[in-house]
């Protein structure tokens, strides 16, 4: 299953719940605290709702498509990427150099 990079930001003072739904039964619910930023993954297709609690009871605030919330991640540096593949037993340090 492929997955999407993502990341939430609760930028309101109330603390929410964030829900994320999506295909092959896959779910996520997590608090986020006001001010957090969450990060997360998820499958591309998924949804995710904010919710909150009011005087009513459950108050749902936002409802976004993972999409919207996907993240880009840089791709490695060469270096990393020798030190990623190499076992500690073949690594040289003055390939790091």
Known sequence: MTVLACSYRNSSSR?????CVGPNEFFL???VFPFELLSFECPPTSEVKVWTHGL???ELLETLQAEELGIDIP???????LLQSASPWEFSWSDAV
């Open 29 to 31: 619910e997590r608090v």
């Open 15 to 19: 603390m929410v719940i964030m829900r």
């Open 56 to 58: 009513g009871g459950p």
């Open 75 to 81: 791709a490695a540096s060469p270096q990393v990427d």
